[in-house]
């Protein structure tokens, strides 16, 4: 492994190449099958004619897809909410988190009931919100998803480096970060128009 490291742009560069030319390609075929009918969610596209084998195979990939992702997606949040929680003085848990680098406030078993009460907000959330759903999909890509993959890494980097890079480095830097932000715009106004207008 360690005779691999500088190689890790390379690869780095071409997954995420392969990532974009396959989600790319997946978006413009949906699209061209089926137009302006296409659904936020594709496969609602798929009628009764298609296969019903394929129609539950895909269903039960995605569940499973998803069961499996979601405690990756909740760790950050958990570990920023269990950091927020004052520290008691006789805790003596002493684990490393992986986001913040520092010792658990709380003992185990109050992390593993804030853990808990957190799922089940979420899992309260998606109950509630079933029939709006794409729509806090949609709001949660608009704000999270370009400030995650634009903005923040810009910035990052221009604080981690400011001064040591070439200035084209820096004006892609900012261009990114106004992508990103013109983006987030956009689609946070497409959101609510369609939202409003009940479409």
Known sequence: MKGNRQRFTMYLHASMGLMVVILGTFGVLGYLKFGPLTQQIIILNLSDRDSHAIIM???????????????????????????????????????????????????????????????????????????????????????????????LPCMFHLKLHWGQVHWLVVAKDFSLIAFGVVGSCISLYALIWRWASGS
């Not at 920023?80 to 805790?91: C, F, H, K, N, T």
């Not at 729509?135 to 634009?150: N, Q």
């Open 57 to 151: 195979t895909v269903y039960a990939t995605l569940c499973i897809g998803v069961l499996f992702t979601y405690p990756l997606q909740l760790v950050p949040v958990i570990e920023v909410v269990e950091s927020l929680m004052p520290q008691a003085e006789d805790a003596k848990d002493s684990e490393t988190t992986l986001l913040l680098k520092k010792p658990h406030p709380l003992p185990t078993w109050k992390r593993n009931v804030l853990r808990f009460f957190l799922v089940l907000c979420t899992a309260a959330t998606a109950a509630g919100l079933r029939d709006e759903f794409a729509y806090v999909g949609a709001f949660v890509g608009a704000m999270g998803s370009s400030v995650l993959a634009y903005i």
